[in-house]
């Protein structure tokens, strides 16, 4: 259980083009989503958090405009990265939370990453 | 602000012998967990291990254990019996108001 699975795995686009990352929770709905972004050999770091209908919370530093976070169901969060430049370049995470669990419960799920790559 | 250090950026152990993971991590906030994840070259992150603040037993997860010591702020990882898969990048990782702060980890090499 508590499966959570990101498309796609891999991309590769062009300087000034926009990508989709999606997150989905496979076998439990998530009121609450994560992204990460990972350098190489560095840790991870929080982008932005997204509740299911409203609108994300982003991390001081972080463009808005440049990650649109999508939460628009409880399976579903999509990050898009506009107007992608090379410094874009990076591996991305999602996590979820279970609705199930209680407001004290701590679990976040994470997905397999995508590494995106802009040339 | 929280933040979580790891002193240690590479460690080594040859198999079957026990190595100790060290972190420490400095906030005002009582109520908090703790975690140990692991992230294997798939880049899948992996939950080793979890502990919350308010238990004062430390937790436990077969070969994983963790030396928890609140007052120095301390949450040190000990694996027993050192598999090869277990050579992965380790982070130490505090949670509060469900946000979670990554130390810069610490890489693992399980050797033969």
């Known amino acids: 259980g508590a499966v959570v699975s990101q498309h796609p795995s891999w991309v590769i686009c062009k300087s000034g083009t926009s990508v989709k990352i999606e997150c989905r929770s496979l076998?439990?709905?998530?009121?609450?989503m994560f992204w990460y972004r990972q350098f190489p050999k560095q840790s991870l770091m929080l982008m932005a958090t997204s509740n299911e209908g409203s609108k994300a919370t982003y991390e001081q530093g972080v463009e808005k405009d440049k990650f649109l976070i999508n939460h628009a169901s409880l399976t579903l969060s999509t990050l898009t990265v506009t107007s992608a430049h090379p410094e874009d370049s990076s591996f991305y995470i999602c996590?979820?939370?279970?609705?199930?669990?209680?407001?004290?419960?701590?679990?976040?799920?994470f997905g397999p990453g995508t590494r995106l790559t802009v040339t | 602000a929280q933040t979580v250090t790891q002193s240690q950026p590479e460690m080594s152990v040859q198999e079957a012998e026990t190595v100790t993971l060290s972190c420490t991590y400095d906030?005002?906030?009582?109520?908090?967990?703790l975690f140990w994840y692991k992230q294997p070259p798939s880049r899948q992150m992996i939950l080793v291990i979890r502990q919350e603040a308010y238990k004062q037993q430390n937790a436990t997860e077969n070969r994983f254990s963790v030396n928890f010591q609140k007052a120095a702020k301390s949450f040190s990882l000990k694996i027993s019996d050192s598999q090869l898969g277990d050579t992965a990048m380790y982070f130490c990782?505090?949670?509060?108001?469900?946000?979670?702060?990554f130390g810069k980890g610490t890489m693992l090499l399980v050797s033969p």
């Open positions: 990782a505090f949670m509060v108001y469900s946000t979670l702060t």
């Open positions: 996590s979820a939370r279970d609705r199930r669990d209680s407001g004290s419960s701590y679990e976040q799920y």
């Open positions: 076998d439990f709905q998530a009121t609450t």
């Open positions: 906030t005002s906030e009582n109520n908090y967990y």
